[in-house]
């Protein structure tokens, strides 16, 4: 008695078939994102001064002049992630004294905190741009994958020494953001970026000579502030390409589990069509050729 290998032979396609079916679905990539911690900034205040190019009063009183001996910039007043409710104006307005105030007025430009913003949407008062978390990333490759931002809450308001009313600089509503295009662009410049999104879009700081280390479930990043690109319309571009360095910055938060978006999972007719076609089988080759 010989049996048809047609039969065998229409199994194994639809088994095949089914196989591939079965595989396709389950392809997915994950990734991590971060929750938490935050970022701490430590401004040098004479390595600022020195970068920035103002210096529109007169460095001694005089009879006609009292107001003198400010420096080129100082920070006046810092707002952490709990003002995230005020707006543009009540930032620039709030706790102005007069436009003219003296350098008694500064504040330390050290330990100034910005939370991680969380992932969910955020809604701004007037003129203010703060941004949730978007960052992913492989946790096995990092500056390979990593993409999106990391939100931060809190705006620094800065006094320059011009004439008002534009004497009142903010900077805040910041982002940190990793850019592979920029590694290592300069010596001990890094991929990582300090982005500005309050009043305008602008680099807010280049970050250099950095350490980033993930460990367990703990990211953190550290390194020198740099000026970025926004500050060089305060005469500041001529520092920022001398890559001159302007503080440190430190950064922890807590990588947590997340997943990319999953592969188009097989549509259910696929699955029919494919079950379909072992019943096809099934039915076409029942009969046996016996020679």
Request: charged share 15%.
């Amino acid at each position: 008695m010989k049996i048809n290998n047609h039969r065998l032979s229409g199994w194994l396609f639809a088994v095949k078939l089914i196989a591939v079916c079965s595989v396709f679905p389950l392809s997915q990539a994950h990734a991590a994102t971060v929750s938490g911690g935050a970022l701490i900034l430590n401004l040098n205040r004479d390595a600022l001064i020195a970068g920035v190019d103002q210096d529109l009063y007169p460095d001694t009183p005089s009879s006609g002049f009292q107001i003198c001996c400010r420096p080129s910039l100082y920070l006046e007043e810092f707002y952490d992630a709990s003002a995230a409710a005020k707006t543009f104006v009540e930032l620039r307005d709030a706790n102005t004294p007069d436009l003219y105030d003296l350098v008694s007025d500064e504040i330390p430009a050290t330990g100034l905190q910005f939370s991680v913003n969380g992932p969910g949407a955020i809604t701004n008062p007037g003129g203010r741009q703060n941004r949730n978390t978007t960052f992913q990333f492989e946790p096995g490759n990092l500056f390979g994958t990593a993409s999106g931002s990391i939100g931060l809450g809190g705006v620094m308001r800065f006094r320059v020494d011009v004439n008002p009313p534009n004497n009142r600089v903010h900077l805040g509503d910041m982002t940190l953001e990793y850019d592979p295009t920029k590694e290592a662009a300069t010596p001990g410049r890094s991929g990582w970026v300090i982005t500005n999104h309050i009043g305008f879009d602008a680099g807010g700081f280049e970050l250099f000579d950095v350490t980033t280390a993930l460990v367990g479930d703990n990211l953190t990043v550290n390194g020198n502030l740099g000026f970025g690109w926004g500050f060089d319309h305060l005469g500041a571009s001529a520092a920022r390409l001398r890559d001159t360095r302007i503080g440190t910055f430190s950064f922890q938060t807590t990588v947590v589990s997340g997943e990319l978006p999953a592969a188009v999972p097989v549509p259910t007719a696929v699955w029919l069509f494919a079950s379909g076609l072992v019943g096809l089988f099934l039915n076409s080759r029942s009969i046996r050729r016996v020679a």
